[in-house]
């Protein structure tokens, strides 16, 4: 169990990091002009909430939730997060909808193929 809660941090660490660079160089690049008013550390603080609030969710509640299949966890759980902090971006940072969409999954999309990945390469075997 204790293995799993340094994985856990490790994720949450690396999560916070990875999307927040993908959400600041997404806005700044995907916006444009209209969006220059929203500080560098409003996007990042909105991106390290919302990991801190989905990921928790997606690791022990929805593994727990649908026990039966760790696929079906795993897919509610990512569109979970997807679509919750894609409501974070849009709410918070005055991004249109479809914006907002398109940040959270790309900054998803990313974070949980890299994430996942280092996971199994710097924890395999313990």
Known sequence: MLAYTY????????????????????????????QESISINKLIATCIFAN???????????????????????????????????AF????????VRQALIVSFCANALSFLVVSYAIQLIFAGR
Do not use: D
Request: charged share 5%; hydrophobic share 60%; net charge negative.
């Open 89 to 96: 971006y849009a709410f918070y940072l005055g991004l249109s």
């Open 7 to 34: 994985h856990f941090v490790f994720a949450l660490l690396a999560n916070c990091i990875l999307e927040s660079v993908t959400v600041v160089v997404l806005v700044r690049w995907m916006c444009g002009k209209g």
């Open 52 to 86: 801190m609030l989905t990921l928790p969710y997606v690791w022990y509640v929805f593994p727990y939730i649908f026990y039966q299949s760790y696929t079906v966890a795993l897919c509610i759980g990512e569109l979970f997060a997807f679509l919750l902090e894609a």
